[in-house]
T-cell receptor
Framework: AQSVTQLDSHVSVSEGTPVLLRCNYS??????LFWYVQHPNKGLQLLLK??????LVKGINGFEAEFKKSETSFHLTKPSAHMSDAAEYFC?????????????FGQGTTLQVKP | DAGVIQSPRHEVTEMGQEVTLRCKPI?????LFWYRQTMMRGLELLIY????????DSGMPEDRFSAKMPNASFSTLKIQPSEPRDSAVYFC??????????????FGDGTRLSIL
């Protein structure tokens, strides 16, 4: 069965410093992986997705993630945090292809950005 | 382009009342998902539809919950009777394709439901 683990429930960085949000996945096949962001009182917005093409995926707002099969990781990074990046971030893995099409969500990481 | 539209954004009602949440998916998307989000349980998938047909409703908590999708542009989630433990944020999401796992889901802004 597919699963995803976000290793940090809370990350705090200073504005202008790098961001690293960690995610490990478990899958019996080559998965599709996503990062979503949720700002307060908003729905989830897609940041980026990996679908077995390039292992380094660039997303919106300067975020990127690298798929590492050997480490079963899909960590999210950004070189320089901005105050507007403060939000909840979800790492997500897809269900098996041709199966239900459901997404399996991590528990989320709260990113705090200090001025 | 218009995203997924949910209404109402906020709903406050008394225990025992019927609650109906509405969702308009993105035009051209043929999969629709209903989620519930709480602090304790995070995001839970309640039910999803492909081409207006319910495919998996195993996440629906009780018979008090029901969902319909009468056409490609509209879905409802109904709770009858409502209870305080149903208080949560309910999200609707839509996606192109069916069973195609590399397509992302697009979420609405949610309905914040409070049952008193």
């Amino acid at each position: 069965a597919q699963s995803v683990t976000q290793l940090d429930s809370h990350v705090s960085v200073s504005e202008g410093t790098p961001v690293l949000l960690r995610c490990n996945y478990s899958s019996s096949y080559s998965p599709s992986l996503f990062w979503y962001v949720q700002h307060p009182n908003k729905g989830l917005q897609l940041l980026l997705k990996y679908t077995s093409a390039a292992t380094l995926v660039k997303g919106i707002n300067g975020f990127e993630a690298e798929f590492k099969k050997s480490e079963t990781s899909f960590h999210l990074t950004k070189p320089s945090a901005h105050m507007s990046d403060a939000a909840e971030y979800f790492c997500v893995v897809s269900d098996q292809p041709g199966n239900t099409g459901k997404l399996i969500f991590g528990q989320g990481t709260t990113l705090q950005v200090k001025p | 382009d218009a995203g997924v539209i949910q209404s109402p954004r906020h709903e406050v009602t008394e225990m025992g009342q019927e609650v109906t949440l509405r969702c308009k998916p993105i035009s051209g998307h043929n999969s629709l998902f209903w989620y519930r989000q709480t602090m304790m349980r995070g995001l839970e998938l309640l039910i999803y539809f492909n081409n207006n047909v319910p495919i998996d409703d195993s996440g629906m908590p009780e018979d008090r919950f029901s969902a319909k999708m009468p056409n490609a542009s509209f879905s409802t989630l109904k709770i009858q009777p409502s209870e305080p433990r149903d208080s949560a944020v309910y999200f609707c999401a839509s996606r192109k394709g069916q069973g195609v796992s590399n397509q992302p889901q697009h979420f609405g802004d949610g309905t914040r439901l409070s049952i008193l």
